[in-house]
Structure formats: C-alpha cells, structure tokens
C-alpha cells in the first residue's frame, strides 16, 4: 500500500536522486558504478537496493573500496533529500575496524554515513530519535558466509542489508517533505555491522551530536515482507512502544509479530546497552541469508515502502510527542554468547542453518570445516531439536539455548537424522580463539 507522497517520490524524485548518486562525493579518488545507468528504469526502494548490489560494489566488506562507493551514494541521497550533514567530517565518521572481538575483521578505516533534520522545538531539538541501518556486508564471503562450498563468490547483500537502507532513505524523504518533527531525527548508516556491530558501537562511544538520543529504530533484512510477516523486536524497551506500533502497522496493512527483547544481533544492541529505547524492524531470514544468491531481484520493494511507512508513522509520532518514551531496562540479555541470527560472536557451535522451514528444529545445510559441529559428527540434512538439554524450535530456540553457555561448555546436541533420534557431545568453541 503506497501512500501520496511515496508515489511523488518514486515518480518525480527518482531521477534527481540517482542523478545526484551517479556523482557521489569523492567520485574522483575512485571507480565507482554509475547509478544512473543501473538504475534509470527502476523506482525507489528497488533502485537504492540494485546499486547497492551490484557486483562491482564486491559485497560491501566494511572497509573496501565497494563500501566506499556505497558509502558515497548513501551521502548523496542524504544530501539530496534535504538532511543536514551530522558526521564528525561533513556525512562521515570514520572508525577503526580492527577488533579485539572478531579478530576476522577487516583491517583499515571505516565510515558511518550521518544525516540530520533538526527538531522545530527550541527545547526539545536537543532530543534525537536515530534511524539506523547498516550498508556493509560480506565481500567475497569468507568469515560469516553461509556457503562455504562457494569460496570467494560475491555476497551482495541485497537483503542483507541494502534493504535496509531502502528503507532508511525512504524515510528520510517522507520526512523531510515536512513538516518539521518537534525532536530532531538523525540518520545513520553503519559500517561493520557483520564484524560484530563495529559501526554502532563506536557511534554511541563517540557521538557526533551533543544531544540526548531519547530513541533507536533499526532496520535490518526488511526486503522480503511478501514472504512472511514483519517482526519487531525491543517492543518490551519502553512502555509506550505498543500504542504506537499497532495503529501504524494497520494503517500500512502490515501483519505484525512484536517480541520484547531490546538485543539482538543487529545494531540496535550497541542502544539499548546504553538505556536507550529501540525498535528493531526485520522480516526474518531466508535461504539465501549470508549466501551469493541474497541479490537484488529477489527483494518485494513495494514491502519495503510499506514497512517505510510504519517507521515514519512511528517515529513522527515519538518525535512530537510529549513527554519522550518511558525507558524499560532488562528486556531481554546482551548476546555475550550465542551465535547470533546464523554466525553470531562468542560461544561457537558451526552449524550452517538451511533455512527450510521444519516442524521443529533447525535443519543444517552443513557445518563449517573444523568446527565443533563438524568435529562431534553433526553433518548436513540434521535437524537440531535440543541442545544442553532446552528444547531448540527454531533459530531464535538455537540462540537462547547457546547463550546458556559459553566457550569450552561440552553439551549434548539432540538431533532428528534419517528419522531417528542421535545424541551426540559437543566441546563449544569461540570465534574470538
């Protein structure tokens, strides 16, 4: 269902927007795809995501030189939509990408892209509600792919997270058309966010603006609405999040699942850890998550706009209403361990979900070589049912039960095989080894 002014943006603004992105900022200090010429039959979200990509942008490992151009294209949508600059030079704040937690991740610098409208309130200006997404993604596989039979194929993330960034740009010019939010509302881009949520870290370590974020809503995966419902975490973070979710998502048409929890493996986490409110949009995995074949032409642009619309809903109504969220703390526990939505940090089993939906359980399309899975005699086609004894029913099952322990642990990993039951005992490893 798309709104007026999502029509006036995929009709008229369209053009001036790939226009501009077609000569991204430092253009000149390299090679990047011309957005037009990708993009000129195309209508906004879909155009942002085909660029996005786009091979020659290599998966958007944080740090390279696709994650620049893809930095630089999101800088100049910002700057057309009327945003503000809001990085610590102009869009930019650059980042170290070296981490003690993920020793996997990229060397070198990277960039959180920054917009800003600011608030029309003299007082409450000085309070922010940030909308976030992350643009990096996985390169040419490696640590984090789900596909280890396809070595140094490109992973262009369409899902993961060019979608997201649709999404962000959407709303960013829904609100900007006006008028005026009361609160400020910043726009951030992350990078790292798959070497273990590096960008959003180092922003709330190291904040670009003086003022007070009184709100997080992140957008990660949100590109595949036609193929199940939308899920929104961190419901459970303030009192007031329910009264203002549902009749936005029902004026979308949007079925809608809430979950409490305020973390998760997405870039919400590095907000509520600070005890700031979060909502965090997501329309679950899929078979091609982490995978070469998460590409553009298996996105629902139009599920997008929608879920586009239900954030500017939302965030229109928090940034003028008074007074700001009342914040809950302890929903849910920081993913110390785990293995995240697939990979994950910390506690290490190498199990590579398939994705196909099961009765119950996690069917395994394989396990990573040498990993504690591969090592205990797991192996494609299992399906986990149990692990350390909790019952596992689905990933998010996986993840809790993993969070129960942490590296070093030996558990039994109950799984159906050819229509038996099989035990085995694992030793959890740790990536951080």
């Known amino acids: 269902m798309r709104t007026t002014m999502s029509q006036v943006f995929h009709h008229t603004a369209v053009a001036i927007f790939l226009t501009a992105a077609a000569r991204p900022v430092e253009a000149s200090a390299q090679s990047c795809p011309d ?141 900007s058309a006006g008028p005026r939010p009361a609160r400020s509302i910043l726009f951030i881009a992350f990078t790292g966010e798959e070497s273990g949520l590096l960008g959003s870290q180092y922003f709330v370590d190291h904040p670009t603006i003086a003022d007070t974020m009184v709100a997080m809503i992140n957008m990660d995966m949100v590109g595949r609405l036609s193929t199940g ?18 009749p936005a998502a029902d004026r979308a048409g949007v079925e809608m699942t809430t979950r409490g929890e305020g973390y998760g493996p997405s870039d919400h986490t590095s907000f509520y850890a600070r005890d700031i409110p979060v909502l965090f949009f997501f329309t679950n995995v899929h078979s091609d998550y982490h995978r070469p074949t998460d590409d553009w032409d298996r996105i629902d642009g139009p599920g997008i706009d929608r879920i586009a619309t239900i954030v ?28 995240g939505r697939a990979s994950g940090y910390g506690a290490y089993l190498g199990s590579v979900p398939d994705f196909t939906p099961v009765n119950h359980g996690v069917r395994l399309s394989g396990v990573s070589p040498g990993s504690p899975a591969e090592l205990a005699g797991l192996r494609k086609g299992d399906v986990i049912v149990e692990l ?20 070093g642990d030996e558990v039994s990993v109950r799984v159906l095989r050819d229509d038996r039951e099989v035990t085995v005992r694992v030793v959890l490893g740790s990536r951080s080894l």
């Not at 010429?37 to 290599?58: F, K």
């Not at 990933?395 to 809790?400: K, R, W």
Request: glycine share 14%.
């Open 35 to 175: 957005a037009l010429r990708l993009t000129a039959s195309m209508s906004q979200p879909v155009a942002t995501v085909r660029y996005l990509a786009d091979d020659a942008l290599e998966g958007r490992r944080a740090g390279s030189p696709g994650a620049r151009c893809a930095g630089a294209y999101i800088a100049g949508q910002f700057g057309r939509t009327g945003l503000k600059p809001a990085g610590s030079d102009g869009w930019y704040q650059t980042l170290p990408l070296a981490s003690a937690l993920n020793p996997e991740a990229p060397e070198g610098d990277g960039r959180n892209v920054i917009g800003m409208i600011e608030g029309s309130d003299p007082v409450l200006r000085r309070e922010v509600v940030v909308i976030g997404a992350h643009y990096d993604h996985l390169g040419h596989g490696g640590f984090g792919s789900l596909a280890p039979d396809m070595p140094g194929a490109i992973h262009n993330g369409a899902d993961d997270n060019a979608s997201g960034v649709a999404g962000l740009l959407d709303v960013a010019q829904r609100l």
């Open 229 to 246: 419902n939308l899920i929104v975490y961190g419901v459970d973070t303030a009192a007031e999040w329910p009264d203002l979710l549902k």
């Open 312 to 339: 500017t809903d939302v965030t229109r109504a928090l940034a003028d209403g008074r007074p700001r969220l009342t914040l809950r703390r302890g929903a849910g526990q920081p993913a110390t361990t785990g293995e």
């Open 388 to 407: 350390g004894g909790v019952d596992v029913a689905d990933l998010q099952g996986l993840t809790d039960a993993l969070r129960a322990h942490k590296a």
